[in-house]
């Protein structure tokens, strides 16, 4: 079963950038999406961006012109460049895989990582 590590989370002021990275631990067809997904204290997992093999991308509209998905397949590794960033990105984010697109919805997602925790704050 595959398994995905995150990394790059930490605490940044207001307007900086962050980027986290996603490691899968097998190339595979469980990882054919690789998407991430954040999750403020008292709300709902919400997905913010996901991205095909094939280089296909989706974001939400709160981070469209923000933030980046992409991936390396070589590498089995997704990123998540993270610019601008606010005080209401705060939160823990997740990598998710999949093997078909699910949309948007956490719970169809079957492989996930363990979270970083993202900080904006002065």
């Known amino acids: 079963q595959v398994q995905l590590v995150e990394s790059g989370g930490g605490l940044v002021q207001p307007g900086g950038s962050l980027r986290l990275s996603c490691v899968a631990t097998e190339d595979s067809d469980s990882t054919y999406i690789m998407a991430w997904f954040r999750q403020a204290p008292g709300n709902e997992r919400e997905m913010v961006a996901a991205?095909?093999?094939?280089?296909?991308?989706n974001r939400a509209d709160s981070v469209k012109g923000r933030f980046t998905i992409s991936r390396d397949n070589a590498k089995n590794t997704a990123y998540l460049q993270m610019n601008s960033l606010k005080p209401e990105d705060t939160a823990v984010y997740y990598c998710?895989?999949?093997?078909?697109?699910?949309?948007?919805?956490?719970?169809?997602?079957?492989?996930w990582g363990q979270g970083t925790q993202v900080t904006v704050s002065s």
């Open positions: 998710a895989a999949a093997p078909y697109y699910p949309g948007s919805t956490a719970a169809r997602y079957p492989y």
């Open positions: 991205i095909t093999r094939g280089g296909i991308t």
